[in-house]
C-alpha cells in the first residue's frame, strides 16, 4: 500500500503522514511540473521537510518532462524511489543515473502507452508503474483496459524471473484494487480512496485485505499455485 499524499491537506501534511503511517508500506509523492501534465505540485524541498517527519519509503512519480535535471535533488531531498515516464524518452539513461544515485528505480507508462515501451527495460528495473488513469489530478475513475498491460507486465517479469514490482496508480479503491491484484500488480497507489476517508488508515487496511485476498484467489486459479516451490 503506498497512499498518494495527492489527496491530502497540503497545509498539514505532517498530520496527513502521521495518520497513514499505520497502514502504509510506502508514501507515493506526486510531482508534477505543469509540461508532462497540466498540473503542478510538489518539488525537492517539499520532499526534504517531509524527510525530516518519517522514515517511510518514499516513492516519488516524477510525472515531469525533464527528471535528468532534477534526479539529484530528489535523491538529495531523500526520495528512496524515483519512478519516470518512459514517454519523456532517454529511459536507458536515466535509468543508469537513477542507478548511479543508489535510487530503486521505477519507469511508469501511461495508460495509451503499450507494453512494448517498457519491455526492454524490465531487466534494468525495480518497479514498472502501469498508470490507471491519465496523470495529473487525483479522483478520476481506474481505467480497466490498463489491466491487460499489468498482466503482461506480471507474465514477463515472472517468466524472467525478475524481481521487479508492478505498481498500479490511478483509481484504486474498494471497487478496483482486487480487479488489479488478480491481474497481477503487487504495490498500489491510493490517493482520494485513502484521504478522502474519515479513516486515511483503515481505508488503507481494507485496500489491502481485499488486494490480498484477490492475489491469492487468483493465485489458486493459476500455475503460480500458493505452496508451489517453483
Ligand atoms: C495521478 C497521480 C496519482 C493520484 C492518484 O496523476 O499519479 O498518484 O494521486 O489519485 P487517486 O487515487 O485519487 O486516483
Ligand atoms: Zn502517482
Not at 175 to 185: F, H, I, R
Not at 191 to 209: C, Q, T, Y
Request: proline content about 6%; hydrophobic content about 50%; overall charge negative.
Amino acid at each position: 500500500m503506498a497512499p498518494s499524499l495527492l489527496s491530502a491537506d497540503f497545509g498539514r501534511l505532517d498530520a496527513a503522514i502521521d495518520e497513514v503511517t499505520p497502514a502504509a508500506d510506502w508514501l507515493h509523492l506526486d510531482v508534477m511540473d505543469g509540461h508532462f501534465v497540466p498540473n503542478l505540485t510538489i518539488g525537492p524541498p517539499v520532499v526534504a521537510s517531509l524527510r525530516g517527519h518519517t522514515d517511510l519509503f518514499f516513492d516519488t512519480h516524477l510525472m515531469i518532462t525533464e527528471p535528468a535535471r532534477y534526479l539529484e535533488a530528489f535523491r538529495r531531498a531523500g526520495a528512496d524511489g524515483c519512478t519516470v515516464h518512459v514517454e519523456v524518452g532517454g529511459t536507458a539513461s536515466l535509468v543508469r543515473q537513477m542507478r548511479d544515485l543508489g535510487l530503486r528505480v521505477g519507469l511508469a507508462a501511461n495508460p495509451d502507452t503499450p507494453f512494448e515501451a517498457v519491455e526492454p527495460f524490465l531487466d534494468t528495473v525495480d518497479l514498472v508503474l502501469c498508470m490507471t488513469v491519465f496523470p495529473g489530478f487525483g479522483g478520476q475513475a481506474f481505467m480497466p483496459e490498463v489491466l491487460s498491460k499489468v498482466s503482461a507486465v506480471r507474465a514477463a517479469v515472472d517468466a524472467a524471473g525478475l524481481d521487479v514490482d508492478v505498481e498500479v496508480d490511478g483509481g484504486i479503491g474498494p471497487a478496483t484494487v482486487a480487479a488489479a491484484a488478480e491481474a497481477g500488480a503487487n504495490v498500489f497507489v491510493a490517493g482520494s480512496a485513502v484521504f478522502g476517508s474519515d479513516d486515511p488508515a483503515a481505508a488503507a487496511d481494507e485496500l489491502r485485505r481485499l488486494a490480498a485476498s484477490a492475489t491469492v484467489a487468483s493465485s489458486v486459479g493459476s500455475t503460480r499455485s500458493v505452496g508451489s516451490t517453483g
